[in-house]
Nanobody, 119 residues
Framework: QVQLVESGGGVVQAGGSLRLSCAAS????????MAWYRQAPGKQRELVAA???????SYADSVRGRFTISRDGEKNTMYVQMNKLKSEDTAVYHC?????????????WGQGTQVTVSS
């Protein structure tokens, strides 16, 4: 079982920056993929950024060049640095962890943290 706790959300003006954190209850190197998803009111949840166990990263087109995903193995924490924020980035951001192997795929989710970008 993996527990995930997000933090760092808040209200920021357009053009500003925020850094979200996702603390895991296990060593993050036991997690195959960690990712950030977001869901805005009335919209489907979308993948924002992901990082694999090997350190490979991927981004949604809408955030590439503005967001940077990273992790700290000593702190068992994943981050996303969000720069040049836009009003359309307003959403609840959720941390996701995926483990595969030794049984079926297991997905774990954090409770979410609200990001509001004011124009």
């Amino acid at each position: 079982q993996v527990q995930l706790v997000e933090s760092g959300g808040g209200v920021v003006q357009a053009g500003g920056s925020l850094r979200l954190s996702c603390a895991a209850s296990v060593t993050i190197f036991s997690i195959n993929v960690m990712a950030w998803y977001r869901q805005a009111p009335g919209k489907q949840r979308e993948l924002v950024a992901a990082i694999t166990n090997g350190g490979d990263t991927s981004y949604a087109d809408s955030v590439r060049g503005r967001f940077t995903i990273s992790r700290d193995g000593e702190k068992n924490t994943m981050y996303v640095q969000m720069n040049k924020l836009k009003s359309e980035d307003t959403a609840v951001y959720h941390c996701n962890a995926v483990q595969v192997g030794r049984g079926p795929r297991r997905d774990y989710w954090g409770q979410g943290t609200q990001v509001t970008v004011s124009s």
